[in-house]
């Protein structure tokens, strides 16, 4: 009912009643409609308040789990920075304008720190790649230097104090090329052919403590040239680590053993073993699948199994280490040379032939004419014989003072580091060729 109605009404004889329940039913409809009103008012503001409340827990989510975990992502290197971070805490929020902005700030940082990540990545590695490239022409020079002193001087008590000076110059080549591997430095070249022993003991010379390590006594395969100085340098390191990682008075033990495909060198210690934890690491850095950032390196930093895991992968070694097949209780390191790598061993070399003696011209004649008669031996030479001569005089003479003997395995040491010093040569810093 209308107002007009309303007032109509009341114009009728008797419709004072009727006005009153009409006014009743008009008020009691407005009542209700109000209240249908309030309550949708009400519902909707429960709803942008709940809206709200959800919002702010996103916007809390994003703060404390998100973006955290998108640095932890960035940080590691590992998966998808954008798998890392997670969708939105309430799913009402997904696709709407609220999720695409969380999104693009979640995008915005990945971006920013990416950006930062390789700036500082990349001036690390400038930085070691410039260090050692200044470094190792100085080390090669002083290993020439050294070289050429040992093939000069033979007395023992000047090569007893090279050899130490010569022990040093050779890890710190060692460290230098290592390191620049990692930053994708070419670790240098063997133009020619070398017996797999010898890069073995090549190996050896270049560790601190290479007295312990035992190699076979002899290896029937050679190495073609391009890959000797990276087994030599991975084969280096994994000795190093072996003896660093067991008792001084423990041998570290070296086998080669064939197999189908390729040869296996294994390193065996006498360590106390790894931690699960330890052992995967280990493991993850000699698998060479990570890439290396220099700026995620620890303190002191571990370049070891990473430069190993750099030359398996770039050159196709297989690197496994393991604790069950260990010989002493210790570690177990395998390096798997591929057949590919391999080459016959050279054919040797014949002897030269002998020269064809000189005719010997006749004997003079004597003087009376006729000719002076030798004794000639199976070579067509004449015989000289040593005429009586008269007894000497013996005259005593003072006698020299006898020098102190050297003491018991002087000298062992010494001529098993020159000998495997002298069966890798020094590499030159080239640029890796084209296979």
Known sequence: MTLIQDVAL????????????GTAVYFARSAA??????????????????????????????????????????????GNPAAAYGAVLHQSLAGTDTDRAFQAVLEQVATALSEAAARSEGAA?????????????????????ITKLLDAEHDPKTLELVQPIDHAASQMARRLQIIGVLTG????RLRDDVPMLDALRGGVSRIRDYRRVRVPAAVPFHVA?????????????????????????????????????????????????????VLHEARRRVSGAVPVQFTSLGNPAAFGLLGVGVLAAKYGFRV????????????????????????????PQPEPAQRPAAP??????????EQQ????????????????????????TPAAPTAAPPPPLAGRALAAFIQGTRSAPVPTPNEEPNP
């Open 373 to 396: 008669r030798y004794e000639v031996g199976a070579d067509g030479l004449p015989l000289r014989r040593r005429h009586a001569a008269p007894p000497p005089t013996w005259e005593p």
């Open 360 to 369: 010997h011209p006749a004997p003079a004649a004597g003087p009376s004419g």
């Open 185 to 188: 430095t070419w670790p240098g």
């Open 33 to 78: 409609r109000h209240r249908k009103d309030a309550g949708a008012a009400n519902r909707r503001a429960k709803k942008a308040e709940q809206a709200a409340a959800a919002r702010d827990e996103e916007a809390m989510h994003l703060v404390h789990s998100r973006l955290p975990a998108l640095v932890y992502a960035l940080q590691q290197g590992t």
């Open 225 to 277: 040239g391009r890959f000797v100085e990276p087994l030599v340098l991975m084969l280096a390191e994994l000795m190093d680590n072996a003896a660093r990682s067991s008792s001084p008075k423990t041998p570290v033990e070296v086998s080669v053993m064939e197999a189908h495909n390729a040869v296996s060198i294994e390193i065996h210690d006498a360590g106390p073993g790894m931690t699960p934890e």
């Open 125 to 145: 590695r400038v930085a070691a790649q410039a260090t050692t490239k200044s470094l190792q022409p100085l080390g090669y020079e002083l290993q020439a230097a």
């Open 10 to 21: 009341l114009a009728l004889p008797g419709g004072a009643a009727a006005v009153a329940g």
């Open 320 to 347: 496994s280490l393991d604790l069950d097949h260990s010989r002493h209780g210790g570690a177990r390191a395998v390096v798997q040379v591929p057949r590919t790598m391999l080459v016959p061993a050279p054919a």
